[in-house]
């Protein structure tokens, strides 16, 4: 068993940057980064941060947060979850349709397009209740 992380990385070399989704339980939020680029984060509302590269201002990721109570409000209106993953689109959904301003609804705009093929491996949020 590796003793350091120094050691563990030299028998286990990183795969390198695969663009997938992943839930935190603890802070009940997702992360996703479609572009392996240098980043900061710019708050768009009470669900949205986004990552813009530090050289273009590109989007490049966003964090969703309160991400079980969406998807409760989802179920109690009767939109159910039970098969498959969840579409990262169900929450670009739910805050383009609260954006208070151009400038929100724009950002959900851009990610729907960047992101609509992306899916959030539903057995993370099993193990997370």
Not at 76 to 98: I, M, P, Y
Not at 112 to 124: F, G, I, M, N, S
């Amino acid at each position: 068993m590796a003793q350091d992380l120094k050691e563990y990385l030299e028998t286990h070399p990183p795969q390198g940057f695969r663009p997938v989704p992943h839930y935190f339980a603890q802070g009940d939020f997702v992360t996703y980064f479609f572009r392996n680029e240098r980043a900061y984060s710019q708050r768009v509302d009470d669900i949205l941060t986004v990552f813009l590269a530090f050289d273009t201002n590109e989007l490049v990721g966003c964090k969703i947060k309160g991400v079980k109570h969406i998807l409760q409000a989802a179920g109690d209106f009767g939109v159910s979850l039970d098969d498959g993953d969840v579409q990262l689109g169900l929450f670009f959904f739910v805050g383009a349709s609260v954006a208070k301003d151009i400038d929100q609804k724009k950002r959900y705009d851009e990610l729907r397009q960047v992101a609509k093929t992306a899916t959030l491996d539903k057995r993370e949020l099993q193990t997370a209740n």
